[in-house]
T-cell receptor
Framework: GENVEQHPSTLSVQEGDSAVIKCTYS??????FPWYKQELGKRPQLIID?????GEKKDQRIAVTLNKTAKHFSLHITETQPEDSAVYFC?????????????FGGGTRVLVKP | EAGVAQSPRYKIIEKRQSVAFWCNPI?????LYWYQQILGQGPKLLIQ????????DSQLPKDRFSAERLKGVDSTLKIQPAKLEDSAVYLC?????????????FGSGTQLSVL
């Protein structure tokens, strides 16, 4: 099955700096890559996603890039703010015989220091 | 719109006891998921329903876990008997049709502690 690796597991940045989280996936048939943000004690929420036919997508301070050949994708947060502190999960989705299956990475705990 | 509802919010049981979790998805969502999130890890899919049928339960420990979605709406997840390693947050999520690029809407989860 699909395996998603995420790095780093923790990331500490100074407010205003950029944060980058990287993920790799194993199944070349995966074609959808969402990112979820989970604040402490709260539910995961989708913040951005990218499809396999797109190389880059941006939404204000957040951007995601995808390299299908290398099977890796990254989340970039610019001008970080304290409210960006959370755990971020990447995921890869594949359509299989049993339906669509979303596999999550292990998560990155981001701490933005004021 | 109302979100995904889960109960209870917390549950503490002793090993070998039974426990059940309840989920009510967003109205009209055909697809319902149960995820297990162990502390410090990403959510792991346990079972996926499309309406009231099971689409994927390949990672569900069927000797102790069971789930049902009667009438294609609410769902319950049961563990019997519980083991220490079952301590985790159990997240329910739903999506409109279960397509590849659909956003998942998560509930707040049930935090289970097995002592």
């Amino acid at each position: 099955g699909e395996n998603v690796e995420q790095h780093p597991s923790t990331l500490s940045v100074q407010e205003g700096d950029s944060a980058v989280i990287k993920c790799t996936y194993s199944d070349s048939a995966s074609n959808y890559f969402p990112w979820y943000k989970q604040e402490l004690g709260k539910r995961p929420q989708l913040i951005i996603d990218i499809r396999s036919n797109v190389g880059e997508k941006k939404d204000q301070r957040i951007a995601v890039t995808l390299n299908k050949t290398a099977k890796h994708f990254s989340l970039h947060i610019t001008e970080t703010q304290p409210e960006d502190s959370a755990v971020y999960f990447c995921a890869a989705s594949i359509k299989g015989a049993a339906g669509n299956k979303l596999t999550f990475g292990g998560g990155t705990r981001v701490l933005v220091k004021p | 719109e109302a979100g995904v509802a889960q109960s209870p919010r917390y549950k503490i049981i002793e090993k070998r006891q039974s426990v059940a979790f309840w989920c009510n998805p967003i109205s009209g969502h055909a697809t319902l998921y149960w995820y297990q999130q162990i502390l410090g890890q990403g959510p792991k899919l346990l079972i996926q329903f499309q309406n009231n049928g099971v689409v994927d339960d390949s990672q569900l420990p069927k000797d102790r876990f069971s789930a049902e979605r009667l009438k294609g709406v609410d769902s319950t997840l049961k563990i019997q008997p519980a083991k220490l390693e079952d301590s985790a947050v159990y997240l329910c999520a739903s999506s409109p049709r279960g397509r590849v690029n659909e956003k998942l809407f998560f509930g707040s989860g049930t935090q289970l502690s097995v002592l």
